[in-house]
């Protein structure tokens, strides 16, 4: 294989990821918009070579062994934000590389409620439609009218939310073939542009209050089990504050592992299934994983 001049080689992830962990992904490719992307996508040959899309990396960790793949970055050319109508017709649309907190800004300036919950979510739009993220009592699946996706060879689909199975942070196509989403249609319902700024502002101050934000982190690591919160109970299970390497369970929000300095991808994980194991023993519950875990381990 002979890739393009303006692919990356080698690319370090833990610049990519929030967690500021993990090893590097053999090649990577930032699009300057969907099309540029489609026409990539489409000349692009690697057999042996698998496609992760990745916005931000909030909700992310790239083993220390890296990634065998081809990353595309969305966050930067994936950009588009703009709005068709008005009123109780207008259509929000955003690619998937646009920051949530920025859509929820928009929508709130244009006097429009029901985004304000996303200026909560560190992530890109892409990265929310794709495990249907939400805080607050908001999930973003609830304010999308379609998707835009993409094939690995480079052709662009619409698709409706009903040809999804859409979960508790979990969305699952019914469909044939694999897709990537690189955009979403939203509406929200004319309100109070003042209110939803305040809502987000409130929303933004209870953020900082709550959750660590001084130190990397890559967001709520486990999904809340049926009635409980996964925080309570890993502070009961008295992990707060738990080490392991550069590793350390959120003394600020249990649900939360920080990177105290210097922690690699082995301390992360190890650290994770470490909680995971306590609770599973003290309570008898399985800690599901919110964040997503890609790539190879150093000894593999």
């Known amino acids: ?69 081809l990353v595309i970055f969305t966050h930067r050319g994936l950009s588009v934000l703009n709005v068709m109508g008005d009123g109780a017709n207008a259509i929000f649309y955003a690619s998937a590389g646009v920051a949530l907190p920025k859509l929820a800004r928009f929508a709130a300036n244009l006097g429009y409620e029901g985004s304000e919950f996303m200026a909560g979510i560190p992530g890109t739009v892409g990265g929310g439609l794709t495990m249907n993220a939400g805080c607050y009592g908001g999930e973003i699946w609830d304010c999308v009218q379609h998707v835009k996706t993409i094939t690995p060879s480079g052709d662009i689909k619409v698709r409706s939310p009903s040809d999804y199975l859409i979960e508790y942070r979990k969305v699952t196509h019914k469909f044939e073939g694999e897709e990537f989403f690189i955009g979403a249609w939203f ?15 409130n929303l933004l101050k209870r953020r900082v209050q709550e959750q660590p934000l001084s130190k990397p982190n890559a967001g709520s690591v486990f999904r809340n089990p049926d009635d ?10 008295g992990l707060k504050g738990r080490l392991t390497g550069g590793a350390e369970v959120s003394q600020r929000h249990a649900n939360f592992i920080i990177n105290t300095g210097g922690a690699t991808a082995k301390d992360i994980e190890d650290l994770i299934v470490e909680v995971q194991s306590e609770v599973a023993l003290k309570y008898g519950i399985t800690l599901k994983r919110e964040i997503h875990i890609l790539g190879a381990t150093i000894d593999s």
Request: charged share 20%; proline share 4%.
């Open 1 to 69: 294989m002979n890739p393009q001049p303006n692919i990356l080689k080698n690319v370090s992830m833990s610049g990519q990821t929030t967690w500021r962990a993990g090893g590097a992904a053999r090649f990577g490719y930032a699009p300057e918009s969907e099309q540029n992307l489609s026409l990539f996508l489409k000349s692009f040959q690697c057999s042996d070579c698998p496609i992760v899309f990745i916005g931000l990396g909030s909700n992310l960790l790239v083993r220390d062994g890296g990634l065998n793949a």
């Open 187 to 201: 509406k929200f319902h004319v309100g109070d542009k003042q209110k939803a700024r305040d809502r987000i502002r």
């Open 228 to 237: 409980d919160f996964a925080a309570r109970l890993i502070e009961a299970g």
